[in-house]
Antibody, heavy 126, light 109 residues
Framework: EVQLVESGGGLVQPGGSLRLSCAASGFTVSPNYMSWVRQAPGKGLEWVSVIYSGGSTYYADSVKGRFTISRDNSKNTLYLQMNSLRAEDTAVYYC????????????????????WGKGTTVTVSS | SSELTQDPAVSVALGQTVRITCQGDSLRSYYASWYQQKPGQAPVLVIYGKNNRPSGIPDRFSGSSSGNTASLTITGAQAEDEADYYCNSRDSTANHLVIFGGGTKLTVL
């Protein structure tokens, strides 16, 4: 069964750090694009970061310079290192597997996240 | 950066058809993907690509696109379809970034 399981969430003070993990089973992380998506309490989904199969990484402006996405191929696990945490980083954090491609016949691209974990909760508060 | 705009709330009578829309410039080059999220649960992909459903998603869910607008249609809405629905695509103006719509709360009456 294809599955993602997040862990590492918790309560942290403003300015603190936390590392989230996302363990994959049923598929291999390294050949895939993998994203972190978060959802603040009562709010919508917000994309946070992506790591490509080649290792390139990209971030939402709201976390750039503070968060780092990485993976450990030997553990088949995705990570999100979160530093300088702020109250507005409080959210449920999901990891997801991404797919992207191009329909040549229609001259259109597609992008979607087909596998999601159940999420881990991060609370930033003093 | 681009945005995807969704109506905050939509309602439908049980068994009727409802369309949830998503607007944004990115949708002129990207098909939207659609996610269903029920309270306390993770999002679930329901439509991707031109109009594809993952395994296990009922065929009453369908997707379409025209210009800068993508639509998710539920034909014969069921009580279990009551949920939040989010559209998603790449940000076509900012390489490598990804965007979500603000979400639509669907109520089945």
């Amino acid at each position: 069964e294809v599955q993602l399981v997040e862990s590492g969430g918790g309560l942290v003070q403003p300015g603190g750090s936390l590392r989230l993990s996302c363990a994959a089973s049923g598929f291999t992380v390294s050949p895939n694009y993998m994203s972190w998506v978060r959802q603040a309490p009562g709010k919508g989904l917000e994309w946070v970061s992506v790591i490509y199969s080649g290792g390139s990484t990209y971030y939402a402006d709201s976390v750039k310079g503070r968060f780092t996405i990485s993976r450990d191929n030997s553990k088949n696990t995705l990570y999100l290192q979160m530093n300088s945490l702020r109250a507005e980083d409080t959210a449920v954090y999901y990891c997801a597997r991404d797919k992207e491609g191009y329909y040549g016949d229609y001259d259109y691209y597609y992008y979607y996240m087909d596998v999601w974990g159940k999420g881990t909760t991060v609370t930033v508060s003093s | 950066s681009s945005e995807l705009t969704q109506d905050p709330a939509v309602s439908v009578a049980l068994g009727q058809t409802v369309r949830i829309t998503c607007q944004g410039d990115s949708l002129r080059s990207y098909y939207a993907s659609w996610y269903q999220q029920k309270p306390g649960q993770a999002p679930v992909l329901v439509i991707y690509g031109k109009n594809n459903r993952p395994s296990g998603i009922p065929d009453r869910f369908s997707g379409s696109s025209s210009g800068n607008t993508a639509s998710l249609t539920i034909t014969g809405a069921q009580a279990e379809d009551e949920a939040d629905y989010y559209c998603n695509s790449r940000d076509s103006t900012a390489n490598h970034l990804v965007i979500f719509g603000g979400g639509t709360k669907l109520t089945v009456l």
